[in-house]
């Protein structure tokens, strides 16, 4: 049995480890990192960009005090974040934390920068109210002051990404550029805003027309996206030419034109068909069906009431099968409207023929001519194959001797915005895949690895039946009262035993 002065001097052994511990950790910033997807962990490409700078960077954070738990714990991961920059960079990135509430003054300096705050839900004891609170940065490059703006980090977000696209932006030279094709009938630039903007982090784009007096040295890779009007042989020819100088090439295509207006769907050819089939990539003309697919909003009327009603819509496929690839790394859910199925034919043992993306369990292809029915439930379909595939990736010799990369997408509108008052917002993983495509085949920086680092969902793949799902749901309920309760009983039979060991020493 330990003595008082045993016990003292243990007390004071543990305090002075612990004032030791403190003391080194506040001089050399460390941590473990147990996360599935290492999202507290500085990726290569992080590490790359701190290393190359030629200036320093001040990040500027603005953050409100007095935030709710699960919103302090995004300040706290930003500074820790903030700390590992400022360590790795060898002191080059240094930052501040200002609190924009504390005054007006503040409050219209921020706003000017492009910095908004966020309205959120506060639960104080019985009460429920609003609470305006900040959490933006500016990151700020060189003498000059170049700045660049984070409008609002959010719980969950990739901040390395943020971060490190931020500076990267600002302190980028000789950025390479992409080449998107025009000349027929390809959605425009300005169309794409969201992909357009990630894709300026680290690329100049600007729009290309195949031709000889072109200089396709300039261009690390071209994009084809949603073309109408058919290609002419000597185009297809310098789209090999292209390949053939170990270049890479993106494109997105509708095989099959939609008009929800009409309730119709038309197949087109654009001869880019015929010059995929030749490499092995055959897009079929169809469209994908899908029991787990995306809702359509369609208006019934109720007597004189007129309302609007989701109903599930089958050409919506919703995506969250994905085959391991740089293309598909992180991603969790795309929705591929109006996609057609390709397959894939090894016809050059030199080049390797990944799919991307294929469809759930119970899919289907309808060939067109087709009328939508959007009253149709989802009993009504033949969902009669599986894993059809709908995004592919092509790497090796595909056109000549030297090798490129060939990116196909069987459908266009997954990331296309639109112009005008036609323009929609798209979710971030359909940009992430398109944007994934063009730095696979363009950059080696590796900051696509950091684009879905902010991982919030981890969804089971494999797709469960009713019954187990209800089992899952039962033993999650279950399964902690059961330990409880085994904990209690198994402490009752120590205690009793102990009690018996103690009574019987009493009496002996």
């Not at 969950?156 to 696209?165: F, H, I, Q």
């Not at 599930?312 to 057609?340: C, K, N, Q």
């Not at 993306?357 to 959007?374: L, M, N």
Request: proline share 5%.
């Amino acid at each position: 049995m330990l003595t008082k002065s045993a016990v003292q001097l243990r007390i004071l052994l543990i305090v002075a480890i612990a004032v030791l511990l403190n003391i080194l950790f506040s001089k050399f910033f460390m941590r473990l990192d147990f996360t599935g997807d290492k999202r507290y962990t500085l990726s290569r490409a992080t590490k790359n960009i701190l290393r190359d700078l030629q200036e320093p960077v001040t990040v500027t954070a603005y953050f409100s005090n007095d935030l709710p738990p699960q919103i302090e714990k995004v300040r706290s991961d930003f500074q820790d974040l903030l700390v590992e920059y400022a360590n790795r960079s060898g002191g080059k990135v240094v930052y501040e934390f200002v609190n924009p509430n504390e005054n007006q003054e503040k409050e219209m300096e921020v706003a000017q920068q492009g910095i908004q705050p966020q309205v959120i839900t506060v639960r104080e004891s019985d009460q429920v109210k609003q609470q305006r609170v900040y959490l933006g940065a500016k990151v700020s490059y060189g003498e000059a002051g170049s700045s660049d703006i984070i409008p609002v980090i959010q719980p969950g977000a990739a901040m390395e990404y943020a971060l490190s696209t931020a500076i990267k932006k600002l302190s980028a030279t000789n950025k390479p550029y992409l080449g998107f094709v025009t000349g027929h009938g390809e959605t425009s630039i300005r169309a794409i805003q969201q992909a357009a903007q990630q894709l300026n982090v680290l690329y100049n784009i600007e729009p290309v027309i195949l031709a000889d007096t072109t200089q396709y040295d300039k261009y690390k890779a071209l994009v084809i996206v949603a073309p109408t009007d058919s290609f002419a042989q000597a185009e297809l020819v310098q789209l090999d030419r292209f390949l053939s100088s170990g270049k890479g090439l993106l494109i997105a295509l509708n095989r099959v034109v939609v008009d929800l207006q009409q309730a119709a769907a038309n197949p087109v050819s654009t001869a880019l068909e015929g010059w995929l089939a030749k490499n092995g990539v055959l897009v079929n003309e169809d469209l994908v069906i899908d029991e787990k697919c995306g809702n359509i909003t369609v208006q019934q009327q109720q007597g004189f009431f007129m309302f609007n009603q989701q109903i599930p819509f089958p050409y919506l496929p919703r995506i969250d099968r994905f085959t391991e690839h740089p293309i598909t790394r992180g991603i969790e859910m795309v929705m591929l409207p109006f996609a057609s199925s390709i397959n894939l034919e090894s016809k050059n043992p030199a080049v390797t023929y990944t799919p991307l993306v294929v469809s759930s369990g119970r899919s289907g292809a309808e060939k067109p001519p087709i009328t939508f029915d959007v009253q149709k439930n989802l009993a009504g379909y033949e969902f009669y194959t599986k894993n059809l595939i709908m995004a592919a990736a092509l790497e090796g010799e595909i056109s000549g001797s030297t090798p490129s990369k060939l990116v196909v997408f069987s459908d266009a509108d997954f990331f296309i915005n639109g112009e005008g008052e036609r323009g929609q917002q798209q979710q971030p993983d359909n940009i992430n895949l398109f944007a994934n495509g063009i730095d696979w085949l363009a950059d080696d920086t590796g900051l696509n690895e950091l684009r879905t680092k902010g991982v919030t969902s981890r969804p089971i793949k494999r797709e469960l039946s009713k019954g187990e799902v209800q089992a899952v749901k039962t033993i999650s309920f279950l399964l902690p009262l059961v330990l409880v309760i085994l904990y209690g009983i198994i402490r009752s039979r120590r205690r009793k035993s102990q009690k018996r060991i103690w009574e019987i020493e009493r009496y002996s």
